[in-house]
């Protein structure tokens, strides 16, 4: 299995900050990456696929980034809906989730 | 519009099967992959393998290969995830959730979701 190591494991932020959370892969993905985000008791969501594709309907303060074993996901300006947790995922072979980030109210 | 709507919570004991389901509507059935993710209480995402309906090709993850089967039946385009002697560490919510394109084969990010069915195992 290929290692995903989500960091930070957990945050916490104001609206309207800027938040990065990074996904480091065990071997090279390409970009062969998603995020996801999940709200408690929900299903998850796609927010972005190969890297940097951003999902139909997700706000464009939602953008990602990387390429090889290192992919981050930036939301430039947190909004009260953005409260959640995130995933990040990698389908270059058997895929494989993140741990997971959890983004909380400062 | 597209969206899988699964079956509801189960409680089973130790032992038993189950076969919990997931329906398809709104786009074509067959074209698209279709996995199942676990979550156990309180914890991560975990891939356990994806079918494609329009010939039941499959693929599972290590972890899961031999503890679990996955079948689709496109006359009612569901797709099933089954157990035949559930344990208590089976316990957890499953999503199914279809692949984001047709395009990509058996490795692919999920766009569509499930509600998530609960799986309950305790004697």
């Known amino acids: 299995d290929i290692q995903m190591t989500q960091s930070p494991s957990a945050l916490s932020a104001s609206v309207g900050d800027r938040v990065t959370i990074t996904c480091r892969a065990g071997?090279?993905?390409?970009?062969?990456l998603a995020w996801y985000q999940q709200k408690p008791g929900k299903a998850p969501k796609l927010l972005i696929h190969k890297a940097s594709i951003l999902e139909s309907g997700v706000p464009s303060r939602f953008s990602g980034s990387g390429s090889g074993t290192e992919f981050t996901l930036t939301i430039s300006s947190l909004q009260p809906d953005d409260f959640a947790t995130y995933y990040c995922q990698q389908y270059n072979t058997d895929p494989t989730f993140g741990q997971g980030t959890k983004v909380e109210i400062k | 519009e597209e969206q899988l709507v699964q079956s509801g919570g189960e409680v089973k004991k130790p032992g038993e099967s189950l076969k919990i389901s997931c329906k398809a509507s709104g786009y074509r059935f067959a074209t698209y992959w279709i996995g199942w993710v676990r979550q156990m209480p309180g914890k991560g995402l975990e891939w356990m393998g994806v079918i494609y309906p329009g010939d039941s090709d499959t693929r599972y993850s290590p972890s899961f290969q031999g503890q679990v089967t996955i079948s689709a039946d496109t006359s009612t385009s569901i797709v099933y995830l089954q157990w035949s002697s559930l344990r208590a560490s089976d316990s957890a919510t499953y999503y199914c959730a279809r692949h984001v394109d047709d395009q990509g084969g058996d490795l692919n990010a999920f766009e569509i979701w499930g509600q998530g069915t609960m799986v309950t195992v305790s004697s």
């Open positions: 071997q090279s993905l390409g970009n062969w």
